[in-house]
Every structure is written in C-alpha cells, then in structure tokens.
C-alpha cells in the first residue's frame, strides 16, 4: 500500500487538491446560485445593485438598502463599470456565475505569473512539483472566502502582480495604469506608490495619476459633471466609515490587533480613545517595518530580482495589514509573498526543513478563524487572537531573512577549501 502511494504521490496530491479547492467549491456554489433562494456572493450583489442605482441616478453612499452591514466604500468609476456589466448581462444568476467562473481564471493566472516571474527570480527554469497544490492550501482559505462572499481582490492581486511584473520590465505607462485602477477600487493599493518612489520610475507615477484622474472623472461622461462630482464627495466622506469595525473579530488589521488588546486590557475605554490610540500604535509599528524592509531588499540585496520582487512581497503584506479593515478574503494577496519563499527554498534550501516548518505555522495560525468551531470562553478567545494576522507576521519574517540567507550562502561559496 505504501509503494503504491509513493508510486502515484504526484497524481493522489493534484487529485485531492483538484477536489477539495475546485471541484468542491464549485459544484457548491453553483448550486448556490441556481437554487431558489439564491444565497450567497453578498459583496458582488452589493457591487451590482450600486451599479444599477448609479445608472438610474440614485444614491449608493450611505443608503442602507444597498449594504447593511457597511456603506459601499467603491469609487463611483467602479459602481459605473459593474452597471454596465449589469446592463450587458441583465440576468442577475448569470452575472454571478460568470464572475464566480472568472475568479477561477484569474486564480490560474496569478498562479502562472507568480511561477513565472519566480523561474526568473533564481534563474532557474525548475519549480516542484507540489507547487501548484501548497500555494493553493495556503491559500485556498482566501480564495473561498472570495467566491463565498464575491469579493474582487483576486482580480486585484492579478492587475498588481501585473503591474509589478510590466514596471521590472520597463513598461512603466502600463504599469502605471494598472495600479491606478486597482487602487480606485480599494484605496490600501496606494501604498505601492511608495514602491515606485524607491524604484524612481517616474513615468509609472505620471501614468498613474493621469489614470486615476482620468477614472474619476469618466462617469460624467453620462451622469454629467455635478452628478459626478456630488458622487465624488459622497465617497470621499463615506471612506472615515471604515473605522468602525475594528473591534470585529473578522477583521485581521493591524489596528484591530491593537484594538482587540487595548479593548481587552481597558474595557471601559471610549470608543474614540480606542480608535486613535490603535491608529497612534499601528503608524509607530508601521514606520519601522517598512523602513526594515527598504534596508533589508533595497539597499542590501544585490540580485536585481530578488531585490525588486522581495521588497513588492514585503509591500503586499503591509498593504494588507495597515489597512483599516483587512478580511480574511483580502489575504489572497499573501499568494505571490508564499510563491516567492517557496521558490527561494527550493532552489536555495531544499534540504532545510526550517522555512517549510514556518510555512507550515502560518498556514495552522490562518485557518483557526471560523464561526463556530470551539464553545463558550475558547470560542471567544479564538475570535478575538488575530490568528490570520499573525500567520501574515510569520510570513514577514521569512521575508525579512531570505537575504541575509542568500548572503550567508555566498560567503560560505566564497571562502576557499581546505
């Protein structure tokens, strides 16, 4: 029995990962969307009903028949863009299977440029065999959480690691443009502007605000200029909103880390107390890490990739855990940061079972936040320790110390033989 598995390990692996990420969450949530009820996909049926209400010249900030939970935070651009996908497909099951069949194309190619520009990365046309299947149950958590919710952050990821990928090669307009979109959508993209700041390529920044600019105003091309702008001011005044969820234990921030502990340390403290010193401690824990990370990848690391693409790994984490409201779902951008250290350890240290046993703890640490899974006082416990936070710490880490590594590497090589 154990010959035959070791025999066949290869296709017993794609099989169960083929089952239990794909075929699984597929057949269920098709069945979702067809069924009489038509649960489901409650973020993509908000994005939907905001494009339809902006086309018929309705509010869509602060309206509360469009979202109950949270006022849509979407650029005004965004609510046009999903009215005319709503307009193009007017059946509204359709429109949800047909984006629920595009997060699996855009998971595929964010999988295959992550392969690819890794393969550049080590100079190496070589990847293990299990790739494909560990990056996907590392974070198969996200991508369900996606499709369950209909979420736009795979689409996101895919547009960053393309804009990323077309700035190393020189094609910065495009690149630009590619940011500038993903940021209208959700702003904590912003922060990759520091990004091309370090790398000075300034055609990519021109590009990005002559987009923006451009995306802002398009839709008053049809609503007109004031209609446009009333929209414009609504968002920007809707956006302080975020701010009051940081107590929820779904949200796995940064601030809401500080937040959750000054909550449970001082439970009488004023709600804005809480907030601004949360904000006071995340900006102070922030500076530092992203300091840490320019010295570590930019003014360290020699290796033209290495330094380029681990500093945009680095990047994507603090894009993820300084935003105010940081989801499970938005956790599918630690996918190319997994891809990368995966690959460092295969060509680099394969024989070391350290980084495998790290990648290991940040995959236990990301999946203890559910609903219901433990009773009473442990229950609570395990909603309120930011589990999914921390696992994108443990992955920082080994962010922080693959160059250090590559340079212990290369002075061992160095040094002559006896």
Not at 23 to 50: M, N
Not at 122 to 146: A, D, I, T
Request: proline share 4%; net charge positive.
């Amino acid at each position: 029995m154990l010959a035959w598995i070791k025999e066949y390990q290869k296709a017993i692996v794609y099989i169960i990962t083929i089952v239990s990420v794909v075929a699984i969450p597929f057949y269920i949530r098709s069945l979702e969307i067809f069924s009489k009820a038509g649960g489901g996909f409650v973020d993509l049926r908000v994005t939907l009903l905001a494009g339809q209400r902006i086309f018929n010249h309705e509010l869509i900030y602060n309206a509360q028949d469009i979202a109950q939970d949270m006022p849509y935070l979407y650029a005004p651009c965004f609510a046009y863009v999903m009215g005319l996908y709503r307009i193009i497909i007017t059946p509204e099951r359709l429109a949800i299977f047909i984006w629920f069949l595009s997060c699996y194309l855009f998971l595929g190619l964010i999988l295959k440029l992550s392969l690819h520009i890794t393969e550049e990365t080590y100079e190496k046309n070589s990847h293990p065999w299990f790739f494909y299947p560990v990056l996907l149950f590392l974070c198969f958590r996200y991508f369900l959480s996606n499709i369950q919710l209909g979420q736009i952050n795979i689409f996101l990821d895919f547009l960053l690691l393309l804009s990323l990928y077309f700035l190393y090669h020189k094609r910065e307009f495009l690149s630009g443009a590619l940011l500038a979109i993903a940021t209208l959508i959700k702003l904590p993209f912003l922060i990759f502007i520091l990004f091309f700041l370090f790398q000075k390529k300034w055609k990519a920044l021109f590009s990005f605000f002559i987009t923006a600019l451009i995306l802002l105003f398009s839709p008053a091309l049809h609503l007109g200029w004031h209609e446009n702008l009333f929209f414009l001011t609504q968002w920007k005044s809707t956006l302080a909103t975020k701010s009051s969820v940081i107590l929820n234990f779904k949200n796995q921030s940064l601030i809401s880390f500080y937040a959750r502990g000054l909550h449970f340390l001082f439970k009488d403290m004023e709600f804005q107390k809480l907030y601004t010193y949360s904000y006071l401690l995340s900006i102070f824990t922030a500076i530092p890490l992203l300091i840490s990370s320019t010295i570590i990848y930019f003014f360290k690391e020699k290796t033209k990739w290495i330094k380029f693409f681990g500093l945009a790994s680095c990047f994507m984490i603090f894009m993820v855990i300084l935003s105010p409201s940081a989801w499970r779902a938005t956790f599918i951008h630690l996918l190319f940061p997994y891809c990368f250290i995966l690959m460092y350890w295969w060509n680099r240290e394969k024989k070391c079972p350290f980084i495998p046993r790290l990648l290991i703890l940040s995959f236990v640490l990301s999946s203890f936040i559910t609903g219901d899974l433990f009773g009473g006082s442990l229950n609570t416990f395990i909603h309120q320790t930011s589990f999914i936070f921390i696992s994108s710490l443990v992955v920082l880490y080994l962010l922080f110390i693959i160059p250090s590594r590559i340079r212990a590497q290369q002075d061992s090589n160095l040094q002559p033989s006896d």
